[in-house]
């Protein structure tokens, strides 16, 4: 299994980068947002276990596209997780049938969208290839009139922080296909995905994304119970100190994955947050919507004040701490469409937000 030191990747990817996993959709149940310190994805067992599963049980926990590699929380190091390592082993072996690789592109949401389309705009796909398909293409043709060509690109995670460069980043993330039909209810992709050096496809396949096409409106406010345990999963591990050992720094990482199929599938997800001590405001945060940051924005990390510091990287006084976070209306004019934002608050001890792979400095 590969590792990359976490020193460089914290200063480049923020404390948080790719920090949930979420399994796949299995029938007559929802799946949940598991979170990198409490998944069995590295410790007990080893790999044995993972090697002793089924290919079907392998599909139903790959981490989402992009995301197979995150940091270990026991030591810090960027380890691919051995789900994802194992599947690629199988993969590499042959011993994977089409409709295998085809449900694995699918659980992984390689190709996904928002539910809603404004009427008369341009539609857009997040296409990126999962890293277990290293040195592949992929292309998305849509079967709609004038339809354009989505495509995406790996070489392997080994860039950095694993999510690929910033510019494929910004290109793959939001690509355009054009205006559809008001009519519309779903889009079937022809999808080919094809080793850069073989002349013949790995896999083709459809792959179907469910969409609604909607007026242009003011998004609409909306709170719950399962909203706020989303957003509170988004804030898990967000604080980091990172840097060198001799010049560490605080971070808080505006730059958080949404996660697959969970109630913020419709629902903008900007955000102020607090930093308390004793209960008073001692710093803000204002965090955008994750799909709406990318890692060009100069903004998607933010300094924590060095007043705080020392308290925080030390773990000391901790219980003196505690965030709160506020839903904000969305700035600007959102890419991705969705009819409501969340308008809620809630407040989180201290330790949840602190990244659980970085190490208490003296």
């Known amino acids: 299994m590969r590792t990359l030191s976490l020193a460089l990747i914290g200063m480049v990817a923020g404390p948080n ?6 399994p796949a959709k299995v029938p007559g149940k929802q799946p949940e947002v598991v979170w ?8 007990a067992g080893g ?47 042959g011993k994977l049938t089409n409709e295998q690789i085809g449900a694995a592109l699918k659980a992984c949401g390689m190709l996904r969208s928002t539910p809603y389309a404004f009427e008369g705009e341009d539609y857009h796909v997040w296409l990126r290839v999962p ?67 073989a002349s013949q496809p790995l896999w083709k396949g459809e792959i179907t994304l469910p969409v609604q096409v909607v007026k242009r ?53 900007r955000r102020a947050v607090n930093l308390l001590k004793d209960g008073k405001v001692v710093q803000t945060f204002f965090l955008r919507d994750p799909s709406e940051i990318s890692r060009n924005d100069v903004n998607w990390q933010n300094p924590l004040d060095e007043r705080y510091f020392s308290d925080l990287a030390s773990r000391k006084n901790l219980e003196r701490y505690a965030v709160r976070v506020r839903g904000l209306p969305p700035a600007g004019f959102p890419r991705w ?26």
């Open 217 to 269: 409106t003011s998004p609409q406010p909306t709170d719950s119970p399962e909203l706020r345990q989303a957003i509170a999963n988004l804030q898990r591990g967000s604080l980091g100190i990172v840097g060198s050992p001799d010049s560490p720094f605080g971070l808080m990482s505006g730059l958080v994955e949404r996660p697959l199929r969970s109630p913020l599938d419709n629902c903008y997800a």
């Open 17 to 22: 980068a790719a920090a949930q996993i979420l």
């Open 337 to 362: 469409p969705r009819t409501q934002y969340w308008n809620g608050e809630i407040t989180m001890p201290i330790t949840e937000v602190l990244d659980p792979a970085t190490p208490a400095k003296e």
């Open 47 to 93: 790999m044995a276990r993972f090697e002793a599963m089924t290919t079907d049980e392998l599909i139903a926990q790959l981490p989402p596209a992009t995301q197979e590699w995150r940091t270990e929380p026991e030591t810090g190091w960027w380890k691919e997780t051995p789900v994802a390592a194992e599947f690629q082993r199988r993969l590499n072996a």
């Open 36 to 43: 990198a310190a409490s998944i069995p994805a590295f410790g």
């Open 131 to 197: 890293y277990w398909l290293e040195n592949t293409e992929v292309t998305a043709q849509a079967r709609l009139e004038h339809a354009l060509l989505a495509s995406a690109w790996s070489a392997g995670p080994i860039v950095i922080d694993g999510t690929g460069l910033p510019f494929q980043e910004e290109s793959e993330t939001f690509q355009k296909i054009g205006v559809i039909p008001p009519e519309t209810t779903h889009i079937v992709f022809d999808v080919t995905v094809t080793p850069m050096k």
